[in-house]
């Protein structure tokens, strides 16, 4: 599969490049994020693998804007930046894994499988399939989601799993644990605020008052359960 790395350090990019080739994959090394936003949309990109810190701007703004351009497919942060701050920043804007150099080669081809694989089975939806709980609409292939406000909004493919996984158990509450088997679909440690992270994400979009939530309801002590 394609996939792009978006790394201003030559030597950081040219080992994350070897290591994903010797894995079978086609890879190509941009140094920036507007050559990246060049280069995804041109290809049939499988994944995108990017640092933190770029010389026109921030990691975050470019996984921002390639969500907003409708780039889907998964956004793998590579960094030495290790503060939780970073990671749960990166999250917000539309990532789907965060790796802290150094890493171990094979769990970052793991990582990467994984993701890939769970953005693919995503796929299987048809473009046209609707989740509807009460009043609210969930158009999984469109990645979209509208409220009894009528609103259409824009959901990233982390926050459509979430919130499908959640609808299609309504009014049953998910643990955390179920939600993160669902959602990143692998076994390695997870920090324990990502969903949290994700439902204050998912609240903000969907809530009157994200501090109130009628939707999005926390049961204490054992996860969260939608309500339409």
């Not at 990582?111 to 048809?126: E, I, M, N």
């Not at 259409?152 to 644990?177: G, Q, V, Y």
Request: charged share 25%.
């Amino acid at each position: 599969m394609h996939i792009v790395v978006v790394d201003p350090e030559p030597v950081q990019a040219k080992l994350l490049g070897f290591i994903l080739q010797e894995a079978g994959h086609t890879v190509t090394l941009v140094p920036t994020g507007t050559q990246a936003l060049a280069t995804v949309p041109a290809h049939e990109t499988a994944a995108v693998l990017l640092d933190a810190e770029l010389p026109d701007m921030t990691g975050t703004d470019l996984c921002k804007e390639l969500r907003a351009r409708r780039y889907s497919g998964p956004m793998i942060f590579v960094s030495h930046r290790s503060h939780r701050n970073d990671k749960i920043s990166a999250f917000d804007h539309g990532a789907d894994d965060y790796v802290v150099e150094p890493y171990d080669p094979q769990e970052l081809l793991a990582r990467v499988d994984a993701v890939v694989r769970r953005c693919r089975h995503a796929d299987f939806h048809p473009l046209g399939t609707v989740l509807k709980v009460g009043e609210v609409e969930l158009s999984i292939g469109e990645l979209t989601v509208r409220t009894d406000l009528g609103r259409e909004i824009t959901l990233t493919p982390t926050e459509m799993r979430i919130l499908e996984c959640l609808m299609r158990n309504s009014p049953i509450t998910i643990s955390r644990d179920t939600l993160i088997e669902r959602t990143w679909g692998y076994d390695f440690a997870v920090e324990g605020n990502r969903v949290d992270v994700y439902i204050m994400r998912l609240r903000k979009k969907l809530e009157v008052d994200p501090a109130r939530p009628q939707l999005l309801q926390t049961v204490r002590g054992i996860g969260y359960v939608f309500r339409g």
